[in-house]
């Protein structure tokens, strides 16, 4: 049983088009979040989510629409792709504790190329 | 803002030995966490282990160690004997939890095991 899946795996689109990766989570767990991985392989948040409402979001263009429909799903949408959004997109989920940082679950990438 | 930083883009060690792999951090706060997670080729970011900062005992599993030095804010993670699929992207994190919850990485080390 996959933890933390994401569709697709690999996303290869034109420049302008607007996609979406969706990620799904089965752990129970009530936050979810998006990284990115760049071609320099380093990782940083984007967005994270508890119980679907928006915690963090960090510096990222407003192309980048992340949507949580339930605490288990957490999709990105992004318009009018770009050279630079070629990169991993990993989706992650955990279980907030008060005073304590529990492990992030990641799921397995989605490699996006913008061409 | 709280930094991760890991000085050595890639490291080599020959299989049976054992390797070190460094990582200093900045933070003002006294509560958090840290982490080593590994990214084989597949790109599955797995947890080698965690450290929570208010343990002064160093966090072991298996063949895997840190050394903890909260003063000097220094995370480095000991790979004993060292195993062909050891071969991984290693990054450090920093988390501190609660609402905000997010991992900050560090850029990674290389790890090649030698047969």
């Known amino acids: 049983d996959t933890a933390v899946s994401q569709t697709p795996k690999y996303l290869v689109t034109q420049m302008g088009n607007d996609k979406s990766i969706k990620c799904e989570q089965n752990?129970?767990?009530?936050?979810m979040y998006w990284y990115k991985q760049d071609s320099k392989k380093f990782l940083k948040i984007m967005f994270s989510?508890?119980?679907?409402?928006?915690?963090i979001n960090e510096t990222v263009p407003n192309r980048f629409s992340p949507k949580s429909p339930d605490k288990a799903h957490l999709n990105l949408h992004i318009n009018s792709l770009e050279l630079g959004d070629s990169a991993v997109y990993f989706c992650?989920?955990?279980?907030?504790?008060?005073?304590?940082?529990?492990?992030?679950?990641f799921g397995p990438g989605t490699r996006l190329t913008v061409l | 803002a709280q930094t991760v930083t890991q000085s050595q883009p890639e490291m080599s060690v020959q299989e049976a030995e054992t390797v070190t792999l460094s990582c200093t951090y900045d933070?003002?706060?006294?509560?958090?966490?840290l982490f080593w997670y590994k990214q084989p080729p597949s790109r599955q970011m797995i947890l080698v282990i965690r450290?929570?900062?208010?343990?002064?005992q160093n966090a072991t599993e298996n063949r895997f160690s840190v050394n903890f030095q909260k003063a000097a804010k220094s995370f480095s993670l000991k790979i004993s004997d060292s195993q062909l699929g050891d071969a991984a992207m290693y990054f450090c994190?920093?988390?501190?939890?609660?609402?905000?919850?997010?991992?900050?990485f560090g850029t990674g080390t290389l790890l090649a095991v030698q047969p």
């Open positions: 992650a989920s955990s279980q907030i504790l008060a005073g304590t940082e529990t492990e992030q679950f």
């Open positions: 752990l129970g767990h009530d936050t």
């Open positions: 933070t003002s706060e006294s509560d958090y966490y």
């Open positions: 994190a920093y988390g501190y939890g609660g609402a905000t919850n997010k991992l900050i």
């Open positions: 989510y508890n119980n679907k409402e928006l915690i």
């Open positions: 450290q929570e900062a208010y343990k002064q």
